[in-house]
């Protein structure tokens, strides 16, 4: 059985990541940048104003006051007309370009208009002050963001600012999503005897989508293997199908089976975890595409947590992302703890960012299963199955959801 590192291992030496696509910006938030972007020109582009105020020379001002004339009115937009020469001085906007002799702006707190002059009284300017020079952000040349890094809002108004209406990234990859098992219902049917509820589909919807993946819900694959080899085919027209139930040992877990059938070949299948440890996952090649396949446990923590582990791993490297793998948080534990389990283990856990730093404390939890023990839970922790007893202060490995 594999350890969760060489899972890891063999999880990332099989997947590729995604061929590049060029998209608008409008398009790409939470995307990867597959390439570097280099400014076109310098930012700002000219010598600009910070404030709503007056443009003066620095030398005019005797011990920080001055009584000085105003020629003209600068807004946001224009171009100025006038250079400022000695005792003048031109009334700016935010965003104005500054004129030619000026060297510093009087924020118009500081002032008092009378007609055509203005008093300055304050007794802070200095050369410089409350402008930005042209490049000083950025200069012509300069690589402003680098391949690999994810696009959030401030990145994709960078890249608007140094006029790129579009960029190359690497797409969103499509997930879809197969319950199996004769004993599922509809989440909106009446389960009768031995059903349950199909919670384990809108569980990983939710969970791939959260990623940027796009899902497509497949809905139920009964224990026959016309039935699941036929949406099997299905899903395999996405990037990635992810299954739950079927990858145990019984008579009816049929999905490792079928799933070889349809061409997949597996990576691995088990690993030595706690809750998830059936967990499958293969890789089908085609001339047009590849495809890859997990096959979670049926029990709906078991394939919560292989999704937050593994599957959300995979789609992380599939968009391009540098550090694919989970990231843990160092946290605190709150509380002690007596582990029983005889496997490394992930608990469903409360994660708390307090002036300390992170707090963490394991809620009442049954097993794999109790999927509704994990609602008070925005975390898992790690432990290791090795250590028996936690006592608060101890530092575990914490996974946020």
């Known amino acids: ?13 099989t997947i590729a990541t995604l061929p590049p696509v060029r998209l608008s910006l409008a398009e790409s938030l939470g995307l990867t940048l597959a390439e570097d972007v ?19 020379r620095s030398a005019d001002l005797v011990e920080g006051a001055a009584t000085l004339d105003v020629i003209d009115l600068i807004t946001a937009g224009r171009v100025p007309t006038k250079p400022v020469g ?18 510093l702006v009087i924020r118009v707190e500081e002032t008092v208009r009378d007609g055509d002059r203005v008093r300055v009284v304050t007794r802070s300017g200095f050369a410089g002050a409350n402008l930005l020079r042209q490049g ?42 197969l319950a199996t098992g004769d004993e599922l219902v509809n989440v909106d049917e009446q389960p009768g005897p031995g059903q349950i509820r199909n919670s384990n589909q809108a569980m990983l919807v939710a969970q791939i989508q959260a990623t940027g993946a796009i899902t497509v819900p497949l809905g139920i694959a009964r224990d026959d293997r016309d039935d699941l080899g036929s949406k099997i085919a299905v899903g395999l ?15 009816l877990d049929l999905v490792p089976s079928e799933l070889t059938a349809a061409g997949v070949v597996e990576v691995f299948h088990k690993v ?36 937050e582990l593994f ?91």
Request: proline share 7%.
């Open 38 to 56: 280099v400014a076109s020109g310098d930012s700002p582009p000219f010598d600009k104003s910070l404030m709503d105020g007056y443009a003066v």
């Open 86 to 103: 000695s005792g003048q001085s031109i009334q700016i906007m935010t965003g104005a370009p500054i004129p030619v002799g000026a060297d």
């Open 1 to 13: 059985m594999l350890t969760i590192a060489t899972a890891f291992e063999k999880l990332l030496a």
């Open 237 to 251: 027209q996405s990037d990635v199908l992810v299954l739950s139930g079927g990858v145990s040992a019984g008579t």
């Open 311 to 401: 599957v959300r791993t995979a789609i992380r490297r599939l968009m391009g992302e540098s550090d694919a793998l989970p990231q843990a948080i160092p946290a605190q534990l709150e509380h002690s703890y007596a582990a029983r389990a005889d496997r490394p283990t992930y608990h469903p856990a409360r994660l708390t960012w307090t002036k300390t730093g992170p707090h963490v404390s394991l809620v009442p939890w049954h097993g794999s299963s109790d999927l509704c023990g994990t609602v008070a839970a925005n975390a898992m922790v790690y432990l290791s199955g090795e250590a028996k007893q936690y006592e608060p202060g101890m530092i575990l490995e914490t996974y946020a959801w």
């Open 272 to 307: 030595e975890i706690k809750p998830g440890k059936p967990i499958w996952f293969g890789k089908r090649s085609g001339e047009a595409k590849q495809n890859y396949v997990f096959g979670l446990p049926g029990n709906p923590v078991s394939s919560m947590v292989c999704c």
């Open 136 to 177: 000083t952000s950025v200069r012509k040349g300069a690589t402003v963001l680098q391949a690999g890094l994810k696009l959030n809002g401030a990145r994709i108004g960078a890249l608007a600012e140094l006029g790129r209406a579009d960029v190359l990234v690497h797409r969103r990859p499509t997930v879809a999503v």
